[in-house]
């Protein structure tokens, strides 16, 4: 017991405060380096990983993601949910759109990792790797809609068009005011996107409770946003708390939203509403039909489906309303209606 191989430290400073946690920080190193024993060190900080650790696993629903370096796992992770738990990241849906380029923001990017022609991937940047310059000299143009000074830098929130980008700089800049923004062509990491569900990161809700992906629409139930709330009878994009006996007004929120395969048909019939879209494969697998279908805006969706479609076939989209989970991306109490 006074001689272990391996100490398990499980959240050792969740209770201190932030100065006594830094100052913890530096006495558990110096006493790893001391003893010369393993720590294996349990902990959801994420800056507090990066500074303690020799190594780093990053586990999700039990399953280990990756394995590395402090360095590694930061400036390398191997898929879009590692470069969100560790640090914070832009993470954006995007195409190949040539040789060593990638499409997304509406615009194209140059990046360093080479990947099929229009294959579907997840992209991360680092908000430190955005460089910030007058409007018409970068790839993007956008809007600073928030500001916090950092002490070292600023943090800003750019809007372009319904998409926000994370950037971090030394320079002064008032909200509202309009900037582009440009990435190195090796910050931009590139990395084979796994599709185990439709995902769309980039959302929003409209004023009659509908989900907006890109320009299409959708009905969904904003109800499973909160256990136990109800549409507000007069405005269908409210829900009510009865318990709280509180309101909260959704209209233009940014959400993420997912449905599994089975959720998803297609139809021939043009004249059905839905988002219209172009079969780009039909894999048969097993007993049914893998169909992944594109909009113009290069939104996929993908069914599994008893029925063959034609690749090239124009084809409406079709999602079961009560399979959509949503996720606010900010907090639902950030929407409360206060009279």
């Known amino acids: 017991m006074n001689e272990p191989e391996v100490l398990l430290l499980d959240e050792p400073l969740s209770a201190l405060d932030h100065k006594k946690r830094l100052d913890m920080q530096l006495e558990l190193k110096e006493m790893h380096e001391k003893l010369g024993i393993t720590f294996i060190y349990v902990t959801h900080d994420q800056e507090e990983a990066l500074s303690m650790s020799d190594t780093i696993v990053v586990m999700k629903d039990g399953a280990i993601m990756q394995v590395g370096t402090p360095e590694k796992i930061y400036n390398e992770p191997v898929n879009a949910y590692v470069a969100d738990f560790i640090g914070e990241s832009n993470i954006y849906n995007a195409i190949v ?29 680092r908000p430190e790797d955005v460089i910030l310059d007058e409007p018409g000299k970068g790839s ?88 136990g709330s109800s549409l507000d009878p007069n405005d269908p994009s409210t829900i009510v708390d009865p318990k709280a006996g509180k309101k909260y007004a959704l209209a233009e929120a940014e959400v993420s939203a997912a449905f599994d395969f089975d959720a998803v048909s297609f139809t021939d019939d043009l004249s059905e509403e839905g988002p219209e879209a172009t079969v780009l494969t039909s894999v048969w697998v097993g007993d049914h039909y893998q169909i992944t279908a594109r909009t113009a805006e290069e939104d996929d969706y993908i069914a599994v489906t008893p029925y063959q479609y034609a690749e090239g076939e124009i084809v409406k989209v079709k999602v079961d309303p009560k399979k959509i989970r949503l996720r606010l991306r900010k907090g639902l109490d950030e929407y409360e209606c206060r009279d």
Request: net charge negative; aromatic share 6%; hydrophobic share 40%.
């Open 97 to 125: 759109s040539g040789k060593k380029e990638v499409r997304f923001l509406s615009s194209k990017w140059a990046c360093v990792d080479d990947f099929p022609l229009g294959e579907k991937v997840d992209v991360v940047i």
């Open 140 to 227: 993007v143009d956008g809007l600073i809609v928030s500001s916090v000074f950092k002490g070292e830098d600023y943090c800003y929130v750019v809007k372009v068009g319904r998409s926000e980008l994370e950037c971090r700089d030394h320079l002064a800049r008032a909200v509202g005011t309009k900037v582009s923004a440009r990435v190195l062509p090796e910050n931009i990491q590139v990395m084979h996107k796994e599709i185990t569900e439709n995902e769309f990161r980039d959302c929003s809700l409209d004023r009659d409770g509908n989900l907006l992906i890109g320009d299409d629409c959708l009905k969904c139930d904003l109800t499973v946003l909160l256990k």
